[in-house]
């Protein structure tokens, strides 16, 4: 299984993780955003960015989803591209997926949603994810065919397989599902069972662990109230071939030692489900 890093887990990082309230709670996960663009520019770029890579990288994992924030569509170059992919490349990690910005705000227009596929065609990637609202939805297909991207809409207010479902299936095959198991925990659903009724539908995975139902405070992977080694049987049953973005993003404190701890784990219990499905 190839995991992969989100980079917006460090979300809270250029505000020193001083946000006083979770994200359900009124937490300003866009003052975040609009800060971390802010850092992640001009003369400033090159180094937050080689600093952020050559970290993700020393915590043992070589892929990437990069998070819209850390190369944003309005304001990224070719200059500033050309510079992340060098740093990625030194640093031997690879880009599985781009998480724009705008496919769930009304206030974007079809060429403030458009940069999202130039960036994410310009760095060589073929997999763009976010939660998408309806009216934006149309927009995304006509441009996943024209720049042939591949959409992963992650649920947020999706209660259910049928929910999710319900939002994809006009869209399919350019538009599948990002599945995102910490949302699912939020709203008190199965992942497990999620996973295998949507089945094909399931083009990437958000893997999340949350503390309670009701918030959305994530945590170390298996700390908290999702099933993962029923996501990964799950996952096993259904022959998932995709790729596995590790999400833990919490709001006032860093998260380096936990996502280290995550991917020690998930790699042990995602080596005893293979080694079992051998037998």
């Not at 990690?93 to 060429?111: C, H, L």
Request: charged fraction near 25%; aromatic fraction near 10%.
């Amino acid at each position: 299984m190839n995991w992969a890093l989100m980079t917006a887990n460090y979300v809270a990082e250029e505000l020193d993780y001083a946000i006083s309230h979770g994200w359900t709670e009124g937490g300003d996960w866009g003052k975040c955003h609009s800060v971390t663009v802010e850092n992640y520019q001009g003369i400033r770029f090159t180094d937050k960015f080689e600093r952020l890579i050559y970290k993700i990288k020393q915590m043992g994992y070589n892929n990437i989803e990069l998070w819209s924030a850390h190369l944003d569509p309005s304001i990224a170059n070719i200059k500033m591209i050309d510079e992340a992919q060098k740093i990625l490349e030194k640093n031997e990690v690879n880009i599985i997926s781009y998480y724009a910005v705008g496919f769930d705000r009304s206030d974007y227009t079809e060429n403030d949603i458009r940069r999202n596929f130039e960036v994410a065609k310009e760095l060589g990637v073929s997999m763009i994810t976010q939660t998408i609202i309806n009216q934006n939805a149309p927009i995304v297909h006509r441009l996943a065919e024209e720049y042939n991207m591949k959409i992963g809409w992650e649920n947020h207010p999706e209660k259910s397989s049928a929910e999710i479902d319900q939002k994809i299936q006009p869209y399919t095959p350019l538009i599948r599902s990002a599945l995102d198991t910490g949302w699912l925990g939020t709203y008190n659903c199965n992942a497990a069972q999620v996973i295998r009724e949507l089945k094909d539908s399931i083009l990437h995975v958000h893997l999340k662990d949350v503390k309670a139902v009701g918030g959305h405070d994530s945590c170390t992977i298996g700390d908290g109230i999702v099933d993962i080694k029923g996501v990964f049987e799950a996952l096993k049953d259904i022959n998932y071939k995709g790729k596995i973005t590790v999400e833990h993003e919490p709001h006032n404190y860093d998260p380096t030692n936990e996502l280290i701890e995550s991917l020690s784990r998930i790699e042990s219990w995602w080596t005893e489900i293979e080694k079992r499905a051998e037998v």
